[in-house]
């Protein structure tokens, strides 16, 4: 396969890192101390055009392919330094726009499209309970028919966004007897639907910039028309966001990677110790040609996943494969470089430190490693 640029591709990539190195990167530090999400950022984000990248353009996108949308989001993850601002917006993008596109009717999708790409909406997808989280079949979010119409009753935790979201998607139970396969509903619905509130923001380790919190449904009334998709398809809108999340999301995870390489490069070439640089020293070195091979190799992963993206539907072991990938040599990487800065890495003002508190989560969120090693066990019928 040949993942050589288009001359298309490398003026996108070239203009996204220009961007965001130019109109992101001041005052990260401070976003971090005050986990303040910036505002203003995600606005200009959304005007350059990454809230709606894969989106057709007559609903407000940019129209791009899958690896022309791998390359913009890897190039925003290389370019900018505000990780927790890289994330919400790839939250957004890749777990509310890509269903409701994918699966919205023609009046959902003029209703939140244009707005959800160009960011004046903020958008997210809420699965995950205080009792099931890599369980997420054992959720408990009940939808009950009322009228024309369903009451909805329960609550989500860790949801991305939540603290400034506009429009929601949530999974509920809408027939308990057949369970996740079609027994679960995706709703619409926005913010100041009664009933629905949205707690304060949960602090965190990392990423803190992007905030997360609950949410709690009271006797939420819907009509029909919020499904998402059909009754009981909730199941497959969740797996087909899941798929283009652990792909293009950890596109940005790539970049952030490739930036900590040339940090760690640039700083074992010019700090010296015993009277050479410390790139001279093996253990130093070779952590640094680990991150190269990492790297390099999560590439690879991430754009061929990519290329299959819109290409077939059984694409959830590639995307399990690069998210597992993706994030245990990012969070290999961002510790060794730490390693490589020591003293200066554990301050503050280096910003490395920061890198490995963001990396952690990724780990994490889009299902934990150990779910995706359950995912691709189960493809190889263990
Ligand atoms: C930064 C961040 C952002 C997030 N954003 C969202 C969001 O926008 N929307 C949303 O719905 N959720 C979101 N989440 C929630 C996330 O999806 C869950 O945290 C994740 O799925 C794990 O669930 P849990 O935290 O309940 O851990 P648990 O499921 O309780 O797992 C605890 C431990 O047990 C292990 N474990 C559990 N079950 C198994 C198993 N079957 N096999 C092997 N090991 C197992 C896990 O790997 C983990 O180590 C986010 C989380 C984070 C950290």
């Known amino acids: 396969m040949d993942f050589s640029y288009s001359a298309e591709q490398e003026t996108l990539r070239r203009e ?10 001041t005052g990260v530090i401070a976003r971090d101390h005050h986990q303040e999400f910036p505002r203003d950022l995600w606005l200009a984000c959304g005007e350059m055009g990454l809230q709606g990248l894969p989106v057709p353009e007559a609903l407000g996108g940019a129209g791009m392919d899958p690896l022309s949308c791998t390359i913009a989001l890897e190039a925003f993850g290389y370019g900018c330094r ?10 957004h993008l890749l777990s509310c726009v890509v269903p409701m596109w994918r699966f919205g009717t023609p009046e959902q999708q003029a209703r939140y499209l244009p707005r ?26 009940r939808a009950v028919r009322d009228g024309d119409g369903w009451r909805i009753n329960g609550s989500k935790t860790f949801i991305s966004n939540a603290p400034v979201a506009d429009v929601i998607i949530v999974f509920a139970l809408t027939d308990p007897a057949k369970g996740f396969h079609g027994g679960v509903t995706a709703f619409l619905m926005e913010r100041d639907t009664p009933g629905l509130t949205a707690s304060k923001k949960i602090e965190k380790m ?20 919020a499904i998402l998709g059909t009754l009981g398809g909730g199941s ?13 999301l950890f596109a940005a995870h790539v970049g952030q990677m490739e930036r900590l390489l040339d940090l760690g490069v640039q700083y074992a070439r010019t700090r010296q110790q015993g009277g050479k640089a ?6 130093v070195s070779h952590k640094l040609a680990d991150l190269k091979v990492n790297l390099e190799a999560s590439r690879l992963l991430l754009y061929r996943s990519a290329t299959k993206l819109d290409r077939t539907r059984a694409v959830s072991l590639d995307a399990a494969m690069t998210k597992l990938f993706v994030s245990e040599s990012l969070v ?28 952690i989560g990724s780990r994490i969120y889009s299902g934990t490693s150990d779910i995706q090693r359950n995912i691709i066990a189960s493809w190889l019928r263990l």
């Open 16 to 25: 996204i890192i220009k961007f965001a190195k130019e109109r992101l990167n």
């Open 82 to 91: 505000d990780n927790g601002l890289v994330f919400s917006v790839c939250a």
């Open 116 to 141: 959800l790409c160009n960011g004046t909406l903020i958008g997210i997808h809420a699965m995950t309970e205080p009792g099931s989280g890599s369980d997420s079949f054992g959720l408990k979010t």
């Open 206 to 225: 990392g990423m803190r910039t992007s905030p997360f919190g609950e949410l709690a449904f009271d006797d939420v009334f819907v009509p029909d028309t």
């Open 236 to 248: 497959a809108i969740f797996t087909h966001a899941m798929d283009w999340e652990r792909i293009l």
């Open 278 to 283: 410390i790139g001279k020293y093996q253990a």
């Open 332 to 359: 290999k990487g961002a510790m060794d470089v730490l390693q490589v800065f020591a003293g200066y890495g554990y301050s503050v003002e280096y910003e490395i430190e920061r890198e490995v508190r963001d990396a």
